[in-house]
């Protein structure tokens, strides 16, 4: 390996020492032999939108200034930057879609493997989309909750209307700037539009649109997809889990699923209890069989059954290389398509089973929701059949893995803070107020091996902790901090301030919250706005002291997502750089103008200690803003260094 990595993470650290040691190739060592990358590409001056360029600005002002078609580098970097808001977007959405044909599903087959677990979400969903609720069966409700959501997509009339779920403050805002999403189908086709030759080439326009089309998202697919979610799948409830490669067992079918969908992992997560496929495990010499999950697929059914974590983003080729996975199952996002050379030098079975999602090498199964069941029972049978295949001298199993307690909702998490019997902010807010809590911090996303594993996210989430933040964690973060103890309530003791440890011990909550996979960003967003609508911490999102970061960032998913932030009003930090930097117009006006409009802003920083003093900074700010009381207990920040 070219770079001497620390690695924080024993069980990558020694997965990725056997790996040398047996020569497989991981992503660091593709990473380093993609070096140097584009610097065209990271400062986002190439364009490949017609067949007159390619065309690529450079940045010292040696070359053309514009493309052929005279598109400067503040245009060329905008249209780059939204169009990577709209494939995030449309991924997200198209997750939050396939979960409302689910609920179709439902209502047209009473047989089907899916079934309504939370009225209550569903009620909820009705009011927001102005179905009457009362006096009507459930299943009624819920076909026309499913009809409404499933036409918004593509209307080509009104507005997005989750979106009205926001503060009435905020609302406003979008309205005055003219970014109220109208369908989110409709505004990444604008986006593609705007971006195409000699369309739109006013950078702060193409930017307008880029975050009414990242609001689509945050504010409607995503948020239809937790929301729908929690209605097919149940309302998650905190519960005790395991994180890190150690959860595989020797002994034991191992089948892990990777991706983002919970549609078949949730019916394999059933299924897999099942005796019959128990017996025929032990048949193979198996003792049983042992599921878990990589990526956000994980974190879906890991805070729904408890279901343990094998790993984040960066280790699904690690998992395969522990010679133990007899099946890997994998849905759609985030996938390695090169996991196939992994797995060629063991016995895993790699399975695909979305239409959407095929790739080399993988065997493809196609996953029919109708068919839910048999295709899970299909699936795991394969799995067990697979576990004779094993070499036996070629097993590594890292013994290490972490407890947690994940599966935080916006209705639990302050349910706790409330007590039982009162389900209220309030308590969350009056320790803000009186200074035990400084503040609350979103930290989310995906590692990158641009960076040292998983340092930014420990760093960042650890200072804010010592400050008194209290942190709100989704998709690989959270991955993270479940490995390395912080989701357990006792890490309070050891990582909080003063301020926060109290409260965490008052109420037996971790002080970081596992609030689910990246598309449960959206209960970030409404976790805010229960705290808005609780009083007493301004009018609007933006007055809160509250941030968010991604320190180690990497997908598409992952811009749209920051972006829907900053136009909600939220201080966001990333480590990287977005991919604007060559135009020294929009770079400015990401990282400062933008403020003015959203009250919001991006903010780079690869320092991580660095960005968790700049988001204290920011919501001291806020503090100050609100006239609140000094925090109670005095504070390592700033001198900590
Ligand atoms: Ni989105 S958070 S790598 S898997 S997008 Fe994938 Fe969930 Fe990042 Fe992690
Ligand atoms: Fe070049 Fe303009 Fe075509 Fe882009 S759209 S490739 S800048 S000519």
Not at 161 to 175: G, S
Not at 529 to 537: D, K
């Amino acid at each position: 390996m070219a770079r001497e990595l620390k690695f924080a993470d024993a069980a990558t650290q020694q997965m990725v020492r056997h790996a040398e040691a047996e020569q497989h190739e991981t992503v660091w060592d593709r990473y380093d032999a993609m070096q140097p990358q584009c610097g065209f590409g990271t400062l986002g001056l190439c364009c490949r939108h017609c067949s007159m360029g390619p065309c690529r600005i450079d940045p010292f002002g040696n070359g053309p200034k514009t493309g052929v078609c005279g598109a400067t580098a503040d245009t060329i970097a905008a249209r780059h930057i939204v169009r990577m808001i709209a494939a995030g977007a449309a991924a997200h959405s198209d997750h939050g879609r396939d979960v409302a044909h689910t609920l179709a599903l439902i209502v047209k087959d009473p047989k089907s493997a899916y079934s309504i677990k939370s009225e209550s979400k569903l009620r909820a969903v009705a009011a927001v989309y102005g179905v009457e609720t009362k006096d009507r069966e459930i299943m009624d409700i819920a076909a026309e909750v499913a009809k409404e959501v499933l036409t918004e997509f593509g209307q080509s009339e009104g507005t997005v209307r989750m979106v009205k779920t926001a503060p009435a403050a905020r609302y406003k805002i979008w309205e005055e700037l003219g970014i109220v999403p109208r369908a989110i189908d409709r505004e990444v086709v604008e986006t593609m539009h705007r971006t195409h030759i000699g369309v739109d080439a006013d950078y702060k326009n193409i930017i307008m649109q880029g975050m009414r089309t990242s609001l689509a998202d945050g504010w409607g697919g995503s948020m239809i997809g937790t929301e729908l979610s929690d209605v097919i799948f149940s309302l998650p409830k905190p519960l005790r889990t395991m994180a890190n490669l150690g959860v595989l067992k020797k002994d034991y079918v191992n089948v892990v699923v990777h991706g983002h969908e919970p549609t078949l992992s949730d019916v394999i997560a059933v299924i897999s209890k099942d005796k019959k496929l128990a017996e025929r495990a032990k048949k193979v010499g198996a003792k049983g069989i042992n599921l878990s999950g990589i990526c956000c697929t994980a974190n879906e059914i890991m805070m729904r059954h408890g279901i343990p974590l094998a790993g984040s983003y960066m280790q699904q080729e690690l998992a395969i290389m522990t010679g133990v996975v007899d099946m890997m199952i994998v849905d759609v996002q985030c996938i390695w398509p090169g996991l196939d050379k992994t797995a060629e030098c063991f016995h895993t079975k790699l399975v695909s089973t979305s239409p959407k999602a095929q790739m080399p090498g993988f065997e493809h199964i196609e996953f029919d929701e109708h068919r839910a069941i048999e295709t899970a029972t299909q699936l795991l049978e394969a799995a067990i059949d697979n576990f004779p295949n094993r070499d036996g001298q070629r097993t590594f199993i890292p013994d290490v893995a972490e407890r947690a307690v994940a599966g935080f909702t916006t209705e639990s998490v302050f349910q706790f803070l409330g007590g039982t019997y009162r389900s209220t902010y309030r308590p969350l807010n009056d320790a803000i107020i009186a200074g035990r809590i400084r503040g609350l911090a979103g930290v989310v996303g995906c590692s990158n091996p641009n960076v040292e594993f998983e340092e930014g996210h420990l760093t960042i989430v650890k200072e804010l902790l010592a400050n008194d933040v209290l942190v709100a964690s989704t998709g690989c973060n959270s991955i993270t901090c479940a490995k390395h103890g912080l989701m357990q309530p006792e890490a309070a003791l050891t990582y909080a301030g003063e301020g926060l440890k109290e409260v965490c011990r008052a109420v037996g909550i971790p002080p970081v919250l596992h609030m689910g996979a990246c598309l449960d960003n959206s209960r970030i967003l409404r976790v805010l706005t229960n705290v808005v609508a609780e009083g007493g911490l301004g009018e609007d999102i933006s007055d809160l002291p509250a941030a968010g970061a991604a320190p180690e960032w990497m997908s598409e998913k992952a811009v749209c997502i920051g972006f829907y932030f900053v136009a909600s009003g939220v201080y966001t930090v990333i480590g990287k750089p977005l991919p604007v930097a060559g135009s020294a117009a929009l770079n400015s006006y990401l990282t400062d103008g933008i403020e003015a409009d959203t009250g919001g802003r991006w903010e780079w920083e690869m320092d991580p200690i660095e960005a968790a003093h700049k988001m204290l900074r920011h919501i001291d700010k806020k503090r100050k803003a609100l006239k609140l009381k000094p925090m109670m207990y005095e504070q390592p920040f700033p001198q900590a260094e």
